[in-house]
Nanobody, 121 residues
Framework: QVQLVESGGGLVQAGGSLRLSCAASGRIFSVFSMGWYRQAPGKQRELVASLTSGGTRNEAESVKGRFTVSRDNAKNAVYLQMNSLKPEDTAVYYC???????????????WGQGTQVTVSS
């Protein structure tokens, strides 16, 4: 079992910044991808940004140039630096990771509990 623990959400004014953090713990052998999704009220959950262990980056077009995802593989952690925040960034942000617990264990998807980001205009 793997647990993802998030922190860093909060209330900010438009144009402000937040930094989200997520650390995975538990039975972790290898982490392939880690990143962030978000879900706004009445909308589907969408990918914000992610990184694979090999450095492949995937970002939503709406956050390019404003958000930066990074990883600390030694800590099984992923971060999301959010700058120039807009009201439309308001959502619950979920940490996401693709992890296996052993060398012969299938890869599994894990989700954090979510952290609220609210951007006022």
């Amino acid at each position: 079992q793997v647990q993802l623990v998030e922190s860093g959400g909060g209330l900010v004014q438009a144009g402000g910044s937040l930094r989200l953090s997520c650390a995975a713990s538990g039975r972790i052998f290898s982490v392939f991808s880690m990143g962030w999704y978000r879900q706004a009220p009445g909308k589907q959950r969408e990918l914000v940004a992610s990184l694979t262990s090999g450095g492949t980056r995937n970002e939503a077009e709406s956050v390019k140039g404003r958000f930066t995802v990074s990883r600390d593989n030694a800590k099984n952690a992923v971060y999301l630096q959010m700058n120039s925040l807009k009201p439309e960034d308001t959502a619950v942000y979920y940490c996401h990771a693709n992890i296996r617990s052993g060398p012969t264990t299938p890869w599994s998807i894990y989700w954090g509990q979510g952290t609220q980001v609210t951007v006022s205009s």
